[in-house]
T-cell receptor
Framework: AQSVTQPDIHITVSEGASLELRCNYS??????LFWYVQSPGQGLQLLLK??????LVQGIKGFEAEFKRSQSSFNLRKPSVHWSDAAEYFC????????????FGQGTELSVKP | DVKVTQSSRYLVKRTGEKVFLECVQD?????MFWYRQDPGLGLRLIYF???????EKGDIPEGYSVSREKKERFSLILESASTNQTSMYLC????????????FGQGTRLTVV
């Protein structure tokens, strides 16, 4: 069965430090992979997506993610975190089944220290 | 600007009530989804629909049903609300092609007392 695992429930980083959020997926075919961000009281916003081609994808707000097929991973990175990045981050895999549906991970809550 | 609109931000209902959560999208999307969001559990798919009158069960359909009579509207129904259905409910929509993103509503926080 398809699944997504985000091993870190909560991460705290200092402002200006680098960030990496982990995501592992289980899916038999070539995956469609997404990262979404949810700020407090807000809906989910797409940060970036991977379908094929270059395994390093760039997104909004200075985020990037790298697809590693051998490790079944799609980790999110940012070189320098800003206080406004504090939010919950969700990794998702797209599954084709009479249309498409998204399977989400458990989410990682990011806190940013001044 | 694309929009997915959920009818209520906050709802308080009593145990045993029949509850309707409404979602409308204005993007002519084929796919529509209902998710439930709980701390530490992420988003769990309740039901999705890939066309009018078509529906598929997600991972946690028990206690819920859905209706899609028009392409733009997808309703989630709690037949007899229970306290364990207290949660945040998120609606989303997308084109059928997975090469596009899903757009989410703001969510409905439902409390069952």
């Amino acid at each position: 069965a398809q699944s997504v695992t985000q091993p870190d429930i909560h991460i705290t980083v200092s402002e200006g430090a680098s960030l990496e959020l982990r995501c592992n997926y289980s899916y038999g075919a070539t995956p469609y992979l997404f990262w979404y961000v949810q700020s407090p009281g807000q809906g989910l916003q797409l940060l970036l997506k991977y379908f094929s081609g270059d395994t390093l994808v760039q997104g909004i707000k200075g985020f990037e993610a790298e697809f590693k097929r051998s490790q079944s991973s799609f980790n999110l990175r940012k070189p320098s975190v800003h206080w406004s990045d504090a939010a919950e981050y969700f990794c998702a895999v797209g599954v084709y089944n009479q249309g498409g549906k998204l399977i989400f991970g458990q989410g990682t809550e990011l806190s940013v220290k001044p | 600007d694309v929009k997915v609109t959920q009818s209520s931000r906050y709802l308080v209902k009593r145990t045993g009530e029949k509850v309707f959560l409404e979602c409308v999208q204005d993007m002519d999307h084929e796919n529509m989804f209902w998710y439930r969001q709980d701390p530490g559990l992420g988003l769990r798919l309740i039901y999705f629909s890939y066309d009018v009158k078509m529906k598929e069960k997600g991972d946690i359909p028990e206690g819920y049903s859905v209706s899609r009579e028009k392409k733009e509207r997808f309703s989630l129904i709690l037949e007899s609300a229970s306290t364990n259905q207290t949660s945040m409910y998120l609606c989303a929509s997308s084109f059928r092609d997975m090469n596009t993103e899903a757009f989410f509503g703001q969510g409905t926080r439902l409390t069952v007392v």
